[in-house]
């Protein structure tokens, strides 16, 4: 069974601040999508990386695929406060007979303070 | 170009009652998941169907669940006689295809809550 693995699952941070979240599996994905969820809303799709070693940059927001195809990272550099919410990564389930299905991760909530 | 749209956003059902929510996906889209989310818990999948066609239900309860997509209308997600544990945020994600690159990426919708009492 294919499992995101998201770290760390809290971060509380003050404005100006850099962070990484990290998302991390055993398995390899054949991409992985970036989301982030605010109270109350649908996720809202930020960013897919399909190449190994791929790198994306969405503004202060900078998103890579491990080599393997197993892990990603986004960094986010001097947050702020809009930064706020919960960021999910998800992969597609490949053991499912290929229907797109994705797996998420568990989340990680971000909290930028002013 | 309008987004996902979900309805009704909040839901509030007896035990007992049925919960009927529903998804119209973006224009164009043919492909539609229905996904639940737990408190404290993560985005789970439920089932992927295509225009009058269940292609994959194994996310989604054998009992007491069922969902369709008609040839016209939305998607329905359907919950029969509900317990307080299906309350929960249900989402409903849309797609033009997959297996292509930047085709296969899901929108999703803003969700209903649904709480049972």
């Known amino acids: 069974t294919q499992l995101l693995e998201q770290s760390p699952q809290f971060l509380s941070i003050q404005e100006g601040e850099n962070l990484t979240v990290y998302c991390n599996s055993s398995s390899v994905f054949s991409s992985l999508q970036w989301y982030r969820q605010e109270p109350g809303e649908g996720p809202v799709l930020l960013v897919t990386v399909v190449t190994g070693g791929e790198v994306k940059k969405l503004k202060r927001l900078t998103f890579q695929f491990g080599d393997a195809r197993k892990d990603s990272s986004l960094h986010i550099t001097a947050a702020q406060p809009g930064d706020t919410g919960l960021y999910l990564c998800?992969?597609?389930?490949?053991?499912?007979?290929?229907?797109?299905?994705?797996?998420f991760g568990q989340g990680t909530t971000l909290q930028v303070k002013p | 170009n309008a987004g996902v749209m979900q309805n009704p956003r909040h839901l509030v059902r007896r035990r007992g009652q049925e919960a009927r929510l529903r998804c119209s996906p973006m224009?164009?889209?043919?492909?539609v998941y229905w996904y639940r989310q737990l408190p404290e818990e993560g985005l789970k999948f439920m089932v992927y169907?295509?225009?009058?066609?269940?292609?994959?239900e194994s996310g989604m309860p054998k009992e007491r669940f069922s969902a369709e997509f008609p040839k016209e209308g939305p998607s329905i997600l359907r919950i029969q006689q509900v317990v307080r544990g299906d309350s929960a945020a249900y989402f409903c994600a849309s797609s033009l295809a997959f297996r292509r690159q930047g085709a296969g990426e899901q929108y999703f919708g803003p969700g209903t809550r649904l709480t049972v009492t």
């Open positions: 169907l295509q225009k009058e066609n269940i292609i994959d």
């Open positions: 998800a992969g597609e389930d490949l053991g499912s007979g290929n229907t797109g299905k994705l797996i």
């Open positions: 224009k164009g889209h043919s492909h």
